[in-house]
């Protein structure tokens, strides 16, 4: 596989216009409201289209995200399962690429696995078509506000100036 800004850019558009990973993100906000007995913000295709856009702005990641999704799109493996190890390790890391740094990339990685169990693939498509529409949904879905505890400061950061 080869990587050029060319291909970044049409895979920008590729995910950008995966409207079905709007509502799986949304499908499992709804999930994890229900799970952890809060509310969480349902995410629009514009929300969705310009966070997209914003991943793809960050060169240094949008080279990553364009390549796993790639990989992820075309990964197929006989009999599928020897393969589910590897669009799952994809998937993750896709997730947690997308959903920035620390704790955001680690909640992206674990909803990948939430995400996953509430997609399957077409017959007619790769095995990893599935795992790649989880990670886009677990990653921006992570990334994206909606979440209450996101809304304001964290109560554990310490004022430098306090010393």
Do not use: C, K
Request: aromatic content about 6%; glycine content about 6%; charged content about 30%.
């Amino acid at each position: 596989m080869r990587i050029t800004p060319a291909v970044v850019a049409a895979e920008r558009d590729r995910v950008r216009e995966r409207e079905r990973v709007v509502t799986l993100l949304n499908d499992t906000r709804a999930a994890l409201e229900t799970q952890f007995d809060t509310e969480v913000d349902r995410v629009t295709v514009d929300r969705y289209r310009a966070a997209v856009d914003e991943v793809f702005a960050d060169g240094d990641r949008a080279v990553n995200v364009a390549a796993l999704a790639r990989l992820l799109r075309d990964l197929d493996v006989s009999d599928d399962y020897p393969g589910f190890v590897v669009d799952e390790l994809l998937g993750r890391e896709l997730a947690g690429t997308i959903a920035g740094e620390q704790p955001l990339r680690m909640l992206g990685e674990a909803t990948f696995h939430y995400a996953d169990v509430r997609i399957h693939g077409e017959p007619d498509e790769a095995a990893g078509v599935d795992d790649l529409d989880a990670a886009l949904a677990a990653g921006f879905q992570t990334r994206l506000p909606g979440w209450e505890w996101r809304e304001s400061p964290s109560p554990f950061g310490v004022d430098p100036d306090a010393v």
